[in-house]
């Protein structure tokens, strides 16, 4: 399943339902990606702050909990590292009620993952910024 672009990309998976997290970031992996499992937005904040400086993506649940919601965790990683990529997944319902009128930075994926879905939204979005 894994193509030589993918060893060098790092990927955070932040859910807060551990069964998801796990199945998704055992694709991932499975796919060639190095991934980090993060349970709240904190986790992530930490994860970074600790000097994971090859991150490339961040998949993260709208839903995600801890000191900040999904949205306000977006605006922080783009402000404090602008390179790494962020996807929001979530269901239609709760992640139009958190967006508000957030427009542009409404969930990209919707939960249940669809994996294949996943690993092809992360080639896409890298592929794109190699442009």
Partial sequence: MSDSSTHTVSIIVADSEVIIRNVLSDYLRQCGYKVIDAATADEVIEILVKGASQISVILSDSDLGGSMNAFSLRFWVREKRPDIHFILAGNVDNAARAAGNLC???????RPYDPQLVMVHIRQLLAAAQK
Avoid: F, K, M, V
Avoid at 104 to 110: I, T
């Fill in 104 to 110: 542009d930075e409404g969930p990209h994926l919707a």
